[in-house]
């Protein structure tokens, strides 16, 4: 489904990813269920859940925490992780278009790009309504995706307002690169190139993801591509009323309930905060 060679080096993935926040985001997961519910979730699950890190630390918090990923490899290395930190989780393997949980739960969340893997707006729907149906009443469903600025990125010299929020990043917006060190072992990553296409009606680009890694027993560097699909806000306002099964609360621009999805230089994602109806 998405960049499943470069999804397949899961320990190396993990290591790239450490720089995440995993208490802060958690944390916002939970007051935004609190804010909307008047009590605390007892469950939660971790859509797309990689190394299942989310997952890992919702446990510690004595929440039922499950997670699912399309990667076999993810979901072995994620069972492993708990394992090692002492946490108790489920963890199963599925297409986040069509899944069944083993127990509805009351909070979810997708994190990062994930969602851009969901290339149609067919595919948003089956997704949307696959979570519904894995919520229990009332259930909170909490969607990261990036600023619809990543998408207009081409639009610089009409853009006056944002210019100084991307004047660093803009030329390499599609050139992402950052690497990590344990140990040993060096990990880097290259994610999209300035060749990658980008077809303006589907709103999809081929990204191209660049992994090199160096242990003591071996080198090497994968390649992989995969098609990802870029939203608007507009677009995910009208999918998740189509859908008939949610309702959108509210958007935050960061792991922080008091920075609203805005074009100011703090909101640097679109987070959209969903309950179901």
Not at 125 to 135: D, E, R
Not at 168 to 196: N, P
Not at 235 to 258: D, H, P, R, Y
């Amino acid at each position: 489904m998405s960049h499943q060679k470069f999804y397949s080096k899961a320990h190396f993935y993990d290591l790239l990813f450490r720089f995440k926040d995993l208490a802060k985001e958690n944390q916002t997961l939970i007051d935004l269920y609190q804010k909307l519910n008047d009590k605390m979730p007892a469950s939660f699950l971790d859509i797309a859940a990689g190394p299942a890190s989310n997952a890992i630390e919702m446990s510690k918090r004595g929440i039922t925490s499950t997670a699912m990923d399309y990667s076999q490899e993810m979901v072995d290395y994620g069972l492993m992780r708990a394992k090692e930190e002492g946490a108790t989780i489920s963890y199963f393997q599925g297409d986040m278009r069509d899944f069944r949980s083993p127990k509805p739960v009351d909070l979810a969340a997708i994190f990062m790009i994930s969602t851009s893997y969901l290339l149609t707006n067919d595919d948003m729907l089956q997704h949307l309504k696959s979570m519904a149906s894995n919520l229990n009443p009332q259930g909170i469903y909490v969607l990261e995706m990036p600023h619809p600025i990543d998408l207009f990125a081409v639009g610089k010299h009409t853009l006056a307002q944002w210019e100084e929020k991307w004047e660093e990043t803009w030329q390499e917006r599609w050139e992402e690169y950052w690497e990590h060190q344990d140990g040993d072992t060096k990990v880097s990553l290259q994610w999209g190139e300035e060749a990658d296409p980008f077809d303006p009606i589907t709103q999809i680009r081929t990204v191209t993801a660049r992994l090199k890694y160096q242990t003591p027993e071996e080198t090497g560097e994968i390649v992989d591509h995969s098609a990802q699909r870029e939203y608007t806000y507009q677009e995910m306002k009208l999918l998740i009323q189509i859908s008939g099964v949610f309702e959108l609360c509210c958007a935050l621009g960061n792991w922080n309930t008091a920075i609203p999805f805005s074009n100011a230089k703090e909101s640097s994602r679109m987070i959209l905060v969903l309950r179901k109806l």
